[in-house]
């Protein structure tokens, strides 16, 4: 088993490799996105035994990278875009937050007592980072995780599993859908669609990963 922090940070570097690469490659990579794809690997190599599932070397990590991870993706935010999406997109994403909010505490209230007597004083913290996942992504788990000092490991791998046992089924539910409600609800002008079909034209190649993608994912 690997647990040196050395070979430990190899491993990372080669599974973002990995991702990108078939990202970059193959058009049912494309559709899970490289950040599915590293979740995956990593909870494999994990699980079986590769490398360890706990060492100070990840708490250590985790300390600078979330910061530099949420500049690098602040760094390939493109206000231009706003124009075209604008209000519908917002509408749509605040309307998400609400309902994972509503039902982060809706989860909360029902299973507290049962989730007390296992985890202890802090499960009521658990809704942070469950919230920050589900309308931020992975980092806004480790940064909640963070600022809300819960610092428990087994808690902490307990919490980080089922955000990503639940993650899988919901991407998959979150890829299929909208296709299928294309069919019956197609998108109009005020989405931006048909003028962006209009200024892109023919479909464009793979994009070929560079430094930066591997690095940013890799945090």
Do not use: H
């Amino acid at each position: 088993m690997i647990d040196q922090p050395v070979q430990l940070a190899a491993v990372f570097l080669g599974l973002v490799l990995l991702s990108v690469w078939l990202d970059a490659r193959y058009a049912w990579a494309r559709k899970i996105s490289p950040v599915v794809l590293i979740l995956f690997f990593a909870g494999l190599v994990s699980n079986v035994g590769f490398i360890t599932d706990r060492s100070p070397f990840y708490e250590e990590l985790a300390g600078f990278t979330v910061p530099f991870a949420v500049c690098l993706i602040l760094f390939t935010v493109n206000l231009a875009d706003l124009k075209r999406t604008g209000g519908p997109l917002l509408a749509a994403f605040a309307i998400a937050c609400v309902g994972t909010v509503i039902g982060v505490l809706t989860a909360g209230v029902l299973v507290d007592s049962q989730l007390a007597r296992v985890l202890g004083d802090e499960t009521w913290k658990l809704a942070g980072p469950f919230t920050g996942t589900y309308t931020g992504g992975s980092l806004n788990f480790f940064a909640l995780w963070d600022g809300l000092e819960i610092g428990n490991p087994d808690l902490f791998a307990a919490a980080n599993a089922v955000d990503n046992l639940t993650l899988f089924p919901l991407f998959a539910v979150w890829v299929l859908i909208p296709g299928w409600l294309g069919k019956y609800f197609p998108a109009g002008e005020r989405w931006g669609t048909i003028g962006a079909i209009d200024e892109i034209g023919e479909p464009e190649a793979p994009t070929e990963f560079r430094m930066l993608d591997v690095v940013a994912l890799s945090f």
